[in-house]
């Protein structure tokens, strides 16, 4: 294979982690809270969007399919392809952390198996010095 391309979609969950209950966030499933949404007609919109969720172009690179793993169920709201175009899976990451860099670091193959840190939970959370070099 010459060239693999990787899309993120940056808080676009297809299942939740098994640690999710430590961060508060059991029963995350982004893409499944929409499809379930939609498919109740909560998402209606008249002239915009109406039905089921449809996603014909990410179904066929493996989404349906991907989210089906990820959620360890046979069912989807979600139309899925047979035969995806894309190449697709869903996995459980390693890293301890739960923020956007180490994540992203983990998908490109670099997991982070150790704590890193997070910025403190104060305001502002970066020191004034920093600001100033960074303005």
Request: charged share 15%; with cysteine.
């Amino acid at each position: 294979m010459a060239r693999a391309f990787l899309f993120v979609l940056d808080s676009f969950g297809i299942g939740g982690a098994p640690d999710a209950a430590a961060f508060g966030d059991e029963g995350s499933d982004t893409l499944g809270h929409i499809a379930s949404a939609c498919a109740q007609g909560a998402a209606d919109r008249k002239g915009l969007r109406s039905g089921p969720l449809h996603l014909p172009n990410m179904a066929g690179l493996g989404l349906a399919a991907a989210a089906r793993l990820a959620a360890g169920r046979s069912d989807t709201l979600l139309p899925g392809i047979e035969q995806p175009s894309g190449f697709h899976g869903a996995a459980e990451e390693v890293s301890s952390g739960k923020d956007t860099p180490s994540g992203h670091w983990e998908i490109a193959g670099v997991p982070v198996p150790f704590e890193w840190g997070y910025f403190p939970a104060t305001v502002p959370a970066f020191p004034e010095e920093l600001v100033h070099s960074l303005i």
